[in-house]
Nanobody
Framework: QVQLRESGGGLVETGNSLTLTCVAS????????MGWFRQGPGKERECVAA????????YYSDSVKGRFTIFKDKSENAGYLQMSSLSPDDTARYYC?????????????????WGQGTQVTVSS
């Protein structure tokens, strides 16, 4: 059974950094596109970062560009989201998602597999 499991969330103060990890089981991220989504209180789920299957192209939402970095570690079969200069606006539950070989996409409907999410709370 394919599983994606996120970790690394927590409570941090404004300006601090966090790195989220997404580990895949029964599934290879080596040939998968991957996205990180978040859903804050009363907000719709949005894609904050995505990377294509061969790691050549990335996408970042305007709200996180320059502060977040997405990458994969094929040897660990894991994906990561490095987040810096966090603010209360970044408070949300963060989800990783994966899809088989395909173009870079930030559309949630294009992803086949999802994790359960990890909570990130940024205090002011």
């Amino acid at each position: 059974q394919v599983q994606l499991r996120e970790s690394g969330g927590g409570l941090v103060e404004t300006g601090n950094s966090l790195t989220l990890t997404c580990v895949a089981s029964e599934y290879s991220l080596k040939t998968s596109s991957m996205g990180w989504f978040r859903q804050g209180p009363g907000k719709e789920r949005e894609c904050v970062a995505a990377i294509d299957w061969n790691d050549r192209n990335t996408y970042y939402s305007d709200s996180v560009k320059g502060r977040f970095t997405i990458f994969k570690d094929k040897s660990e079969n894991a994906g990561y989201l490095q987040m810096s200069s966090l603010s209360p606006d970044d408070t949300a539950r963060y989800y990783c998602a994966a899809r088989r070989i395909g173009d870079l996409t930030y559309e949630s409907g294009d992803y086949e597999y999802w994790g359960q999410g990890t909570q990130v709370t940024v205090s002011s």
